[in-house]
């Protein structure tokens, strides 16, 4: 990474004194993506569940990093990449979106991009097929950053996004997860909220560098198992679960919503880096194992800094992720080691 980016400021020297920018160069690029972290553990995985997280992962990086490659938009990519993992049934996004306890699906998506600095965002939508899909639809076509509820899903038809029964995100996985919750939720005597690990993970995220030298991030999530109706999480709001900045990272986030939007984790990554010059890995690593550790909030994030280097910190057992970096080398995760 240190000799492409010298590589990069020798080219830029030369490059940008003859007045041209430094964009027109063609970029390394590279990508890593999330499916939610959590209580993820290999005793309760069968063999093949654990195959099939792998296949789904590795064909949605492999897809996004092909895009980058062949020149597109970070966006473009984010939100192509975030697809294949909003249509799989195995993912808290899209299909396979974990229920609130009224046994509804409430979806929550956000992009951002750091150069301009704009970002889109829906919350609460329950008609909407593609969440990022819309949530990119705000950053072009509103003057707002985040639209929620029929608001959202009104705008998102007025550009032609066709309206889906709320049903098709239904899955029997998903809802037996609602019933034992909802079971331990009535038994405590709580009405709602007290999630555990293993009823919420699932939500999807991508970071990609573009050939621009763009950095682009994205998330997309059902939420939490059980949420009270009306609840939004963090993937929506920008700096709690999404933030990207071009002077120094971007970040798409997974775990507890309400610890990443009071701890602001995303954008806190970033600042750290950019007002205190340490690390990408080590801002995260603090960020994600001191302060939120110390506050009790569980997840993890996935990141890219300036230089195409790549982050994936979590503080749970487990985080579905993978990354092709900006050498090509491709790796997939799902527990604390990579599987390859
Ligand atoms: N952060 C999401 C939320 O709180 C859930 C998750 O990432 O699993 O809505």
């Known amino acids: 990474m240190k000799r492409t980016f010298s590589l990069k400021t020798m080219l830029c020297a030369s490059v940008c004194s003859l007045g041209l920018s430094f964009s027109t160069l063609a970029a ?33 990086v492999k897809k996004g990093y092909a895009l980058l490659q062949s020149g597109v938009d970070g966006e473009t990519a984010v939100v192509e990449t975030i697809q294949v993992l909003e249509q799989s049934p195995l993912f808290n996004a ?10 509804e699906h409430e979806l929550d998506a956000s992009i951002m991009h750091g150069g301009t600095l ?13 969440p990022i ?4 639809a705000v950053l072009e076509h509103s003057p707002h950053v985040m639209l929620s509820g029929t608001g959202a899903e009104d705008f998102a038809q007025s550009l032609g996004m066709e309206p889906v029964d709320n049903h098709i995100f239904d899955t029997e996985r998903r809802y037996k997860a609602l019933e034992k919750a909802r079971e331990r939720i009535l038994q405590a005597g709580i009405s709602y909220g007290g999630q555990q ?32 109706y ?37 954008a806190d990554i970033c600042s ?51 990354q092709i970096d900006t050498d090509g080398k491709v790796k997939v995760g799902i527990y604390k080691e990579w599987v390859e």
Not at 94 to 103: K, M, R, S
Not at 133 to 136: I, L, Q, V
Not at 200 to 219: C, P, S, Y
Request: glycine share 16%; with cysteine; proline share 1%.
């Open 28 to 60: 390394d690029v590279a990508i890593v993506i999330h499916g939610g972290a959590g209580t993820i553990l290999k005793k309760n995985m069968t063999p093949e569940l654990e195959k099939a997280y792998i296949a789904k992962l590795t064909e949605a």
């Open 94 to 103: 899209g299909i396979g979106a974990v229920y609130t306890f009224d046994g």
């Open 118 to 130: 704009n970002a889109g965002a829906v919350a609460g939508v329950k008609t909407i097929a593609s």
């Open 133 to 136: 899909a819309a949530a990119r």
């Open 197 to 228: 690990g293993n009823e919420r993970f699932g939500t999807v995220g991508a970071v990609v560098i573009d050939k621009q030298g763009n950095l682009v991030a994205g998330t997309s999530t059902g939420g939490m198992t059980a949420k009270r």
């Open 230 to 266: 009306g609840r939004i999480g963090d993937s929506p709001v920008i700096g709690a679960g999404t933030w990207a900045d071009n002077s120094s990272c971007a970040v798409s986030a997974t775990g507890h919503g309400e610890y990443f939007i009071r701890y602001h984790v995303a």
């Open 272 to 322: 750290r880096m950019k007002y205190t010059g340490v690390s990408l890995d080590e801002a995260a690593n603090t960020v994600i194992n001191n302060v939120l550790v110390e506050a009790g909030g569980d997840g993890g994030i996935i990141a890219i800094d300036h230089d195409g280097n790549i982050a994936a910190v979590f503080n749970s057992a487990g985080m579905y992720r993978a």
